[in-house]
Every structure is written in C-alpha cells, then in structure tokens.
C-alpha cells in the first residue's frame, strides 16, 4: 500500500489541489475522489500550451479576454467533474465534487460594491456557474460579503465551499449561515457544505509575529487551530441528521519550511475529512515511505495549547492572515486575463 492510499485507508477524503486531466489520471490511482480550482491553477494549465486550439475556437468566436478565461475554467472544471462523476454517483454525493472558484476580483482593493453588492454578486455567480452541475462545488471565501451569500447559496440548492477560513469566529459565522440555508430546503438529503481551514499558513504567521511560542509549540499552531474547528464541526453536524457529511477541508496542506517533513501537516489530520493536496506534495509523500494513520483528533500535550491560547490573538492572527489572503487572491485572476491577452497575440 503507497503512503496516499494508506492516508485514504486511515478515512482522509484526498482531493487534488489541481485539475490538470493527466494529474487526475495519476492521482485517481493513488484514491484521490475529488478536486479543486483556482486562478492559478487554470493559469498554470494554459500556459502549457496542452489547451491552445480551445483557447483559438473562442478567440474566432470573438470574444474577450475575461469571457475566455472564464469560458476555459468552466471546461478544465467539468473536465474534472466528468473524471469524478462515478464516484459522486457511488457515494449518492457525498464525494466526487470539483470546486469552482467564483470571480476573486469581487474581493480586490478596487471593487466599488458595498458589501451587500459583493453579496448580492455571489449570489448570482453562484447560481450561474453551479447550474446544471451535479458535481461542482461553488467556492465562496470568509469574507464579509461572501458570509452574506451562503444561506442564500444553500437554501438555492448550491453545493458550498467556504473558503479562506483561518479562525473559529469565520467558521462558525459559515456554518450557521449554512445550517440557516439547510433549515430552508426540503431535499435535504442533497445538502453538501464544506469549510476550507488554511492550516500551513497560521505556522509562517506564529513564526513572524509570535516568537516567544516554546518550541513545541512554534509549528504546531496551524495544526491545532484546523483539530480544534474540525471538532467543533464535527459535534454540530453529528445531530442534524442529514445524509451527506457536512465536512472541514484541511487546505494549505504544503510544508512551508524546509526543514519540515513533507507530510508534516498530511500526516497530522489524517484520519477524517477532506485533504486538498498539491501535486507536488503529493509526490513527495508518496516518496516518503509513512504509513498514516488517524491523528486529526488527538492535541498535543496540555502544556502546549496553554502556550499557544496565552500567546496566540486569533482576532489578530485572522485579520492578518485575511488580509495577506485577500491580496493574493486577486492578483491571480488578473493574471489570468493577463496570459489571455498574450495568448491572443501569440495566437493569431
């Protein structure tokens, strides 16, 4: 058994961090059910060239920069839902979901909507690209005005990714905006809701801004605070009765110092939920030689998350992180219309 299906033996979900088609083949081997987007994903595949004739048939058809690049993220979208699409039926829709990432350029420094108008846009998005789908899953960050759309999204029958969650605060803000959209529907066996924890990323931010942190603690914050909403989601739901699991996705799952083991953070949530691994730590894992099993819900020492609750500000730790977040979330985008434009020149 490879370390990935013995992470898959323990009760990890893996989901790919990509949808590249040739990555997914190799990945469904090693039990991979399910994948994700994003901006710099789509713009990664482009760039390949692999996608120049799609990219050449819309260019005839006369559209612009922006329609393409949001013409090419839903097909390289469905391409990987249709490669998930037996395991979403196998399962009645439990797995088997692709997330689809909704215009990050709501959430740019530019943006003149209130947060009603950002609101009131994911709504619309939301519907718009999850229609006709049964597999895609809509991805809507922690933002103020991405909170405001959830209920709405729910109660419309949208599969929901809740992305860009780095405190308990923003996770239970989602949830109950959720469960509110739950309480609407009649299908709700259909109902399907994820909750995107960003566990890497809270360790770079304890190393820059909370030093004093005792060594067994420094590296560990970002895994304690993914166990600890992971608990509290799993208490919630466990009473609501619904068929589908309502589930955390433990994303940012890459090592971010060298010296960390590849597995660092894979290894530690193993054992329930969702992993959405990049290809590269995947590999890397796959190398290893670890045979995983359930860690997610076993804390370090007391003496460890005393320290990390006396030195810690999760208000601070949120805003920060948010902020960072929100400032490279939209540059992708940008990006992406970007590498059309020059795909345009290059390509007449």
């Not at 998005?125 to 729910?154: D, F, Q, Y």
């Not at 067994?216 to 989601?233: D, S, Y």
């Not at 329930?272 to 804390?299: H, M, W, Y």
């Not at 370090?300 to 005393?306: D, E, H, Q, R």
Request: proline share 4%; net charge neutral.
């Amino acid at each position: 058994m490879t370390p990935l299906l013995s992470l898959v033996a323990a009760g990890t979900k893996l989901w790919l961090d990509s949808v590249d088609p040739d990555l997914i083949i190799s990945n469904r081997k090693e039990g991979a059910t399910g994948a994700t987007s994003n901006p710099i994903i789509i713009a990664g595949l482009i760039k390949t060239g692999r996608f120049d004739a799609d990219i050449q048939t819309l260019l005839k058809a006369g559209h612009d920069d922006e329609t393409i690049a949001w013409a090419m993220t839903d097909k390289l979208v469905k391409n990987a839902q249709d490669a998930f699409v037996t395991v979403s039926t196998e399962t009645k829709g439990d797995d088997g979901w692709v997330s689809f990432e909704l215009d990050p350029l709501l959430e740019d420094a530019d943006q003149k909507l209130d947060t009603a108008g950002r609101t009131a846009e994911y709504i619309r998005l939301g519907k718009k690209w999850s229609a006709g789908h049964t597999n895609r899953m809509i991805k809507v960050p922690a933002t103020p005005g991405g909170l405001g759309a959830i209920e709405e999204l729910v109660a419309s029958g949208v599969a929901v990714n809740i992305t860009l969650i780095f405190s308990e605060r923003q996770y239970i803000l989602a949830r109950d905006a959720a469960f509110r959209g739950v309480a609407r529907r009649t299908d709700k066996e259909n109902v399907k809701t994820v909750y995107s924890i960003f566990v890497s990323r809270v360790d770079v931010y304890t190393m820059k801004h909370c030093p004093t942190l005792i060594p067994e603690a420094q590296g560990q914050v970002g895994i304690v605070n993914a166990k600890r909403i992971w608990k509290l989601n799993a208490d919630f739901w466990a009473t609501k009765g619904l068929a589908r699991k309502q589930e955390m996705i433990f994303a940012s799952t890459g090592k971010k110092v060298a010296t960390d083991p590849d597995w660092k953070y894979v290894g530690a949530l193993a054992g329930s939920d969702i992993e959405t691994n990049p290809p590269g730590t995947n590999d890397a894992v796959n190398k290893s030689g670890q045979t995983f099993t359930r860690q997610v819900d076993k804390l370090p020492p007391a003496a460890v998350l005393a320290d990390i609750d006396a030195k810690v500000d999760p208000a601070k730790m949120e805003e920060t992180l948010m902020s960072e977040g929100l400032a490279a979330f939209a540059t992708p985008h940008k990006e992406l219309i970007a590498l059309i434009a020059k795909k345009r020149a290059d390509l007449k």
